[in-house]
């Protein structure tokens, strides 16, 4: 392998993790300790509850008292599941249920992991419009928190949603769509486990396709100069600006009918980052820039073909925390050169890449893109366990002065006045949340702040 491959490789490596969530218990019996995929989130329930069919969780609801929440693939950073109650774990009900040829539709139990499905739905000539970059989430907790990958013509997962099945705490039984229930079908969709449990989801998909993905490097600022422009022109295309530096990784990603090149990465590739991530932490941050400079002029273009399940999504071995906020489209460029500015002027010592990109609006409740905007979604990470708080804390309020919305998996510190300022439907969905759940049994904590109610 060339230097120039392995340095290529090695600065997308930064890009790439995987993650895990525990064991279920029966009720009654002391749960262990529960953490989260970076290990900044930790729980300790009274149990865990993991249902063999959707009729035993109804079951469960209906019999008994106290908090709940789910837990999916614990890669959410903030704190929604903890809970001094039970958690209900939904690795039991995963897999294909139905699917319909003609619609381009396909139901899949609400516990799959978006990584189990790709390949079933190319056996049966379908695949998703899109997918975020990390596929360990299950479906229920990627939609749940309105998870979204890269794309001005792509809403996030849950705007793809044409059907799902909500158990509420009571143990009533929804099937909801927009023609049956609209209201509570739309906050559903992003409904942060507050609402019951999403047991089955339907998705709206496509037939299945290739993608080739072409990555380079090239300056910032030339880059968003000619972002609009290279966003009209691809399928998806997204940044990953190099913090103390002038560069950027760019991706573009188009539909192709090229033969499949995609070599898995070798080991030695995967390990290249770390050590590369270790030798930069090494220097200064203010003496930083000469040398990723150096580093990224050495980077040559690289170009991938797959399916698209396996273009779309990649694997993350470097565990990390992270924020991301999604701006209103216009104030994107604004935002993300004033957060880069701040990190070069404050010398904050980090080394992660920044990630922007652009994702279509919807008409979900409580998706950071709902209404009638495009957004600019901008993520900054700090590697785990490193204290992400002081680096977040500067970076924070850049976002909130451009009309940010945060990512609801993702660190932010915004409660429900401030929220109820940046989502038109808050309202509609709190009241639909008190009409399910009065007894507050899917709340905590976290989610009490964020709806405002007592506890």
């Given at each position: 392998?060339?230097?120039?491959?392995?340095?290529?490789?090695?600065?997308?490596?930064?890009?790439?993790?995987?993650?895990?969530?525990?064991?279920?218990?029966?009720?009654?019996?002391?749960?262990?300790?529960?953490?989260?995929?970076?290990?900044?989130?930790?729980?300790?329930?009274?149990?865990?509850?993991?249902?063999?069919?959707?009729?035993?969780?109804?079951?469960?609801?209906?019999?008994?008292?106290?908090?709940?929440?789910?837990?999916?693939?614990?890669?959410?950073?903030?704190?929604?599941?903890?809970?001094?109650?039970?958690?209900?774990?939904?690795?039991?009900?995963?897999?294909?249920?139905?699917?319909?040829?003609?619609?381009?539709?396909?139901?899949?139990?609400?516990?799959?992991?978006?990584?189990?499905?790709?390949?079933?739905?190319?056996?049966?000539?379908?695949?998703?419009?899109?997918?975020?970059?990390?596929?360990?989430?299950?479906?229920?907790?990627?939609?749940?928190?309105?998870?979204?990958?890269?794309?001005?013509?792509?809403?996030?997962?849950?705007?793809?949603?044409?059907?799902?099945?909500?158990?509420?705490?009571?143990?009533?039984?929804?099937?909801?769509?927009?023609?049956?229930?609209?209201?509570?079908?739309?906050?559903?969709?992003?409904?942060?486990?507050?609402?019951?449990?999403?047991?089955?989801?339907?998705?709206?998909?496509?037939?299945?396709?290739?993608?080739?993905?072409?990555?380079?490097?090239?300056?910032?600022?030339?880059?968003?100069?000619?972002?609009?422009?290279?966003?009209?022109?691809?399928?998806?295309?997204?940044?990953?600006?190099?913090?103390?530096?002038?560069?950027?990784?760019?991706?573009?990603?188009?539909?192709?009918?090229?033969?499949?090149?995609?070599?898995?990465?070798?080991?030695?590739?995967?390990?290249?980052?770390?050590?590369?991530?270790?030798?930069?932490?090494?220097?200064?941050?203010?003496?930083?820039?000469?040398?990723?400079?150096?580093?990224?002029?050495?980077?040559?273009p690289s170009e991938r073909v797959d399916e698209s399940y396996k273009i779309l999504t990649n694997v993350?071995?470097?565990?990390?925390?992270?924020?991301?906020?999604?701006?209103?489209?216009?104030?994107?460029?604004?935002?993300?050169?004033?957060?880069?500015?701040?990190?070069?002027?404050?010398?904050?010592?980090?080394?992660?890449?920044?990630?922007?990109?652009?994702?279509?609006?919807?008409?979900?409740?409580?998706?950071?893109?709902?209404?009638?905007?495009?957004?600019?979604?901008?993520?900054?990470?700090?590697?785990?366990?490193?204290?992400?708080?002081?680096?977040?804390?500067?970076?924070?309020?850049?976002?909130?002065?451009?009309?940010?919305?945060?990512?609801?998996?993702?660190?932010?510190?915004?409660?429900?006045?401030?929220?109820?300022?940046?989502?038109?439907?808050?309202?509609?969905?709190?009241?639909?949340?008190?009409?399910?759940?009065?007894?507050?049994?899917?709340?905590?904590?976290?989610?009490?702040?964020?709806?405002?109610?007592?506890?």
């Amino acid at each position: 392998m060339t230097r120039r491959k392995f340095l290529a490789s090695s600065v997308l490596a930064a890009l790439y993790g995987v993650s895990g969530a525990g064991a279920a218990q029966r009720p009654g019996q002391q749960a262990t300790p529960w953490r989260n995929w970076s290990g900044s989130v930790v729980a300790n329930p009274a149990g865990r509850f993991s249902p063999s069919s959707e009729h035993q969780l109804a079951d469960f609801l209906a019999s008994t008292h106290g908090q709940l929440r789910p837990v999916g693939a614990g890669h959410s950073f903030t704190p929604l599941v903890p809970t001094e109650g039970h958690l209900l774990v939904l690795d039991q009900l995963t897999g294909l249920l139905s699917y319909d040829s003609s619609a381009n539709t396909a139901c899949f139990a609400a516990g799959t992991r978006l990584s189990d499905m790709g390949a079933p739905l190319a056996r049966i000539g379908q695949a998703a419009i899109n997918l975020p970059d990390i596929d360990r989430q299950t479906l229920a907790g990627a939609t749940s928190t309105a998870t979204h990958g890269t794309g001005i013509d792509f809403k996030c997962l849950s705007g793809y949603v044409t059907e799902l099945r909500l158990i509420t705490p009571s143990g009533e039984v929804h099937d909801l769509t927009n023609s049956s229930e609209p209201g509570m079908f739309d906050a559903a969709r992003v409904g942060l486990g507050a609402l019951g449990i999403v047991t089955r989801i339907t998705m709206q998909n496509t037939a299945r396709y290739r993608l080739k993905q072409t990555t380079w490097v090239d300056k910032t600022s030339d880059l968003l100069k000619d972002f609009d422009r290279q966003v009209s022109t691809h399928r998806h295309f997204e940044l990953f600006p190099l913090v103390h530096s002038e560069y950027s990784m760019a991706l573009a990603t188009d539909e192709t009918d090229e033969p499949i090149n995609n070599p898995p990465q070798s080991p030695e590739e995967e390990a290249g980052f770390d050590l590369i991530m270790q030798g930069w932490m090494k220097v200064p941050p203010g003496v930083r820039g000469p040398l990723v400079n150096a580093l990224a002029e050495q980077i040559e273009p690289s170009e991938r073909v797959d399916e698209s399940y396996k273009i779309l999504t990649n694997v993350r071995n470097t565990r990390f925390n992270e924020m991301e906020y999604s701006v209103p489209l216009h104030n994107g460029a604004a935002c993300l050169q004033e957060i880069l500015e701040t990190i070069k002027e404050q010398k904050i010592d980090v080394v992660f890449p920044l990630e922007y990109r652009y994702v279509s609006r919807d008409d979900t409740m409580l998706s950071m893109s709902s209404g009638d905007e495009d957004h600019a979604a901008i993520s900054v990470h700090r590697v785990a366990p490193e204290d992400y708080r002081p680096y977040f804390d500067v970076i924070e309020p850049i976002f909130w002065k451009y009309g940010g919305r945060p990512h609801w998996g993702k660190i932010h510190h915004l409660g429900a006045l401030q929220l109820s300022q940046l989502y038109p439907r808050f309202e509609e969905f709190r009241s639909i949340r008190q009409q399910l759940d009065p007894q507050g049994r899917m709340l905590n904590a976290h989610l009490r702040k964020i709806f405002g109610v007592d506890g």
